[in-house]
């Protein structure tokens, strides 16, 4: 039996393998085929860039499937920064909700996602601010990890190191990083404690990917001198597939639907660019690869390995491929004798996949529930069908996690002298297990330690840059094929089928006992200093009984100290509640709630992520909230909220004691309005919300008749009616990064920085990610500008919060980040918001 780790070396390399929890593919005759295409080619590309959707899915997917190279996307960061146009996720979680769409987008264009640990913490507007909070020698030592892992003979750049400044400082700084990589990973000197895994690595050539963005207009790129670039033609059209490579690409980057970035196909001939920047000169500028052999010739020992499967796509059967098993395994054979440990492992793992697709090799592990806790038992089913006339036997299994890890379970003798997969006929078995108590829970292995602003933390050097989850739950199957015996790994899953999604996968979870969370993240203690606090409780197994409690510092009162539970089923929920008093003065904390049971501490909250498009994720994270003591004057303002693109800040109201509803952009109509006293428009609801358009007159009209309208930002992109204020107003791309920038007042007396509450520099301190973004840069006089701020180094920008008297009402336009401040329990985000809620006339 093959070492059972071996898969954790090898998971980002294997390109036909499944996605946790998503439906197993299951290749089609064309699909195989240009799969025994690439394994016929040994070289790679590694196509580097800084966020999730910066990658160009066109060029990776033409390298993959016309080139047939092996195709690799570093992103340096998991998009946490960003926001979310699909639900109220952010930070941590939205980097969840992003690495799950790359590894669906490479999915489908054919390419393997890697990542380093680098933190997306928001908009940058220079290299040098990105390296810097980033930890650039860690960044750095993540990249020289991928080229060594990965060994590109290619080095594709998004983005130009040597224009700093003209684009984000993240774009810029992973081309700063992917160049000083490029030499760093040759030298034995550079990251010595990383050639314990794999040793150095130089890579051939790197390019610059450029396109008429970099030069401002398509009009600019066209009259442009391209002599030193390289014109690539990626309009392929794959007639076996029935798509163009545009097609494909399209399908691809529709993935990243967190961001709006679907996209619609296209067809014909296109060209991308790319431009030498580094390394080896080939003399044949259309050739990527000139000068490195990519055939078997490469490898000591591949020749006969070439010709054999040269033999196997020359007469390869579209209507029979399990005819090609037989040379499959023969080339399989003399792979596994390969003294390259590289290309042995790599095309192991390929072939393997192959000769299962080609035989139509089923292999399916389902466990009984969805989760498991340590120390419990489950019951696992597996199945094995092989549908072709090829012999083949089933004689063992591994299942991991195991006591044991060695252990295997023999199937001889339960049927004749072997397990025999005979032609079409089903074989299943079943196994109960014991879940060590030593299991980690299942959790974004990048979040499992406390990490900086800038950085996550990964103390296993061999888990950086692995894309997903690390899952516990696998069995080895071990099949015997004509001699040979292969071990396949297939993720146990959890299936069941939905009346109207029908046949539904999802992951199988290790979890914790039982997980608490408390109900709200935010607790403001304002009008009152006692507020009941609820604690929500779920348990992870079959009768879980303990005592619930709150840890408050000591200038903080909670009563009872402690509360029992007691629940009977699994994934049963009870909540709790404690009465909580907080200081005289003011105070912000971070309260915590926990589960005792049976003498062992449970301190964490479970949170489901689940989205169509997406495997189904679980991310655990410290069960807390912030309490805050605050001096807020608010009025008895009620307010009508009208959801955008998704965020929390109607939540936050409630927290500070207004009547809040949420009214849908078809219920905006005259009479429902006539209730409320301040209508706030969520997030882009102008870029996202097509009825805003026809809604925004009865909007004017509210306003002209006494009501204040509040519209939280809106981007560049596309608005649904250009008429959002009733005045004129430009959104621009300006923004204020820097947190800590200064925050000026243009006009002190003010209502708006006076009423109820006075604001003070104090109120801009301590602000997350970012002060503000896209700001208006034009307005109408009508308005008035309140603020002013700047980054380090650009002149004022003055859009951050405007104001205008149209009618009898008030119409605020504001950029600041409200939607991250609220949310994070921002002392001064609350008071200003309150002023704008309490405007008079």
């Known amino acids: 039996m093959q070492k059972l780790h071996f898969f954790y070396l090898l998971a980002f390399l294997t390109l036909a393998a499944t996605a946790n929890a998503q439906q197993p593919a299951k290749p089609n005759a064309t699909e195989i085929y240009n799969q025994i295409q690439k394994l016929n080619f040994l070289g790679s590309v590694l196509y580097v860039a800084a966020h999730p959707d910066d990658e160009n899915t066109r060029l990776i997917s033409w390298l993959s499937n016309n080139v047939h190279a092996r195709t690799g996307y570093l992103s340096l960061t998991r998009g946490d920064g960003g926001q979310n146009l699909i639900g109220p996720e952010l930070r941590e979680q939205l980097g969840v909700i992003r690495t799950q769409e790359l590894i669906e987008a490479r999915k489908i264009d054919g390419g393997q996602q890697m990542f380093s640990r680098a933190n997306d913490f928001g908009y940058s507007k220079n290299p040098d601010e990105t390296l810097q909070i980033w930890d650039k020698e860690k960044v750095l030592a993540d990249v020289v990890w991928a080229i060594r892992k990965f060994r590109p003979d290619v ?134 690869f000139e000068g490195i052999d990519t055939s078997w010739n490469r490898v000591a020992g591949g020749k006969e390995i070439g010709d054999i499967l040269l033999s196997v796509a020359k007469t390869y059967d579209f209507n029979n491929p399990s005819a090609s098993i037989p040379k499959l395994v023969e080339a399989y054979k003399l792979i596994r004798k390969l003294e390259d440990d590289y290309w042995r492992n790599i095309k192991s793992e390929e072939i393997k996949n192959i000769i299962a697709s080609c035989a139509g090799l089923y292999l399916e592990a389902v466990a009984q529930r969805p989760d498991a806790t340590p120390g419990s038992k489950i019951n696992i089913k597996l199945e094995a069908v092989n549908r072709s006339n090829i012999k083949m036997a089933w004689p063992s299994f591994a299942i991991l996690p195991a006591e044991n890890p060695e252990a295997q379970t023999w199937l001889r003798g339960v049927q004749s002298d072997t397990f025999l997969l005979a032609n079409n006929v089903v074989r299943t078995a079943e196994q109960e297990i014991t879940i060590p108590q030593d299991t ?96 929500r409780i779920k348990a992870g197994r079959d009768a879980v009984a303990g005592n619930a409690m709150l840890e408050l510092p000591a200038d903080w009162t909670v009563s009872p100290a402690q509360i029992p539970f007691s629940l009977a089923r699994k994934g049963e929920e009870a909540m709790v ?22 003498g062992k501490r449970y301190d964490l909250e479970r949170t489901d992520i689940v989205y169509g498009h997406i495997s189904k994720q679980m991310v655990l994270q410290p069960s807390q909230a912030r309490f805050l003591k605050l001096d807020i004057k608010t009025g008895n303002e009620k307010i009508a909220y009208i959801m955008g693109a998704g965020d929390q800040v109607n939540k936050s109201l409630e927290q500070m004691g207004y009547e809040v509803t949420l009214v849908k952009p078809k ?36 306003v002209r008749q006494g009501k204040t309208l509040i519209v939280q930002y809106n981007t560049t992109d596309p608005l649904v009616t250009k008429d959002i204020a009733p005045y004129p107003l430009k959104i621009s791309r300006d923004r204020v990064t820097e947190e800590s920038a200064e925050v000026r007042f243009l006009v002190p007396q003010h209502a708006l920085l006076n009423t109820p509450n006075k604001i003070t520099a104090e109120d801009f301190k301590g602000w997350t990610q970012e002060q503000g973004l896209y700001y208006p840069n034009e307005w109408d006089k009508a308005f008035t500008a309140i603020l002013s701020a700047n980054d380090r180094g650009e002149k004022p920008k003055d859009g951050a919060l405007l104001v205008a008297q149209y009618g009898k009402g008030h119409y605020i336009y504001t950029g600041l980040s409200f939607f991250r401040e609220l949310p994070e329990g921002v002392a001064g985000a609350f008071r200003l918001m309150a002023n704008m809620i309490s405007i008079k006339n």
């Open 440 to 535: 980690p829970y299942t959790q974004p292995y990048w979040l499992a330690e406390k990490g900086s602003v800038g950085m996550y933390q990964v103390p296993d050097q061999q888990n950086i840059g692995t894309p997903d989850v690390l899952r516990q739950g696998k069995v080895i199957f071990n099949i015997e094929i004509d001699g040979a015996t292969l071990d396949f790994e297939r993720n146990i899953v959890y299936k069941y089928n939905d009346e109207v999604k029908g046949e539904v996968y999802e992951p199988f979870d290790i979890v914790p006992d039982v997980t608490t969370s408390i109900a709200e993240k935010v607790i403001l203690f304002n009008r009152k200093k006692t507020k009941t606090v609820a604690v």
């Open 667 to 702: 219920d905006i109509t005259p009479e429902n309005l006539t209730a409320f006293d301040v209508i706030v428009i969520g997030i882009r609801a102008y870029n996202t919300v097509d009825e805003m358009a026809l809604k925004q007159p009865v909007l004017m009209d509210a």
């Open 155 to 288: 080095i594709i750049n998004r983005f130009d190191a040597r224009s700093p400044g003209t684009t984000h400082g993240h774009h810029t700084a992973s081309a700063m990083l992917s160049l000083e990589a490029f030499d760093k990973a040759a030298d034995a000197k550079s990251y010595p404690e990383q050639l314990q895994y794999f040793s150095t690595w130089q890579p051939k050539r790197a390019f610059f990917n450029t396109s008429w963005w970099f030069y401002g207009s398509r009009e600019k790129f066209e009259q442009a001198d391209k002599s030193n670039l390289t014109g690539l033609s990626i309009g392929t059209y794959y007639a076996g597939l029935g798509k163009s490579n545009q097609e494909i690409a399209a399908l691809s980057r529709s993935r990243h639907q967190s961001q709006g970035f679907g996209s619609t196909g296209t067809r014909g001939e296109e060209t991308e660019y790319i431009e030498f920047i580094k390394g080896n000169q080939a003399k044949d500028k259309n050739n990527l």
């Open 577 to 598: 509640y404690f009465e909580v008093s907080a200081p005289k003065s003011n105070d912000e904390i971070v309260a915590k709630s926990v589960a005792v049971v049976n």
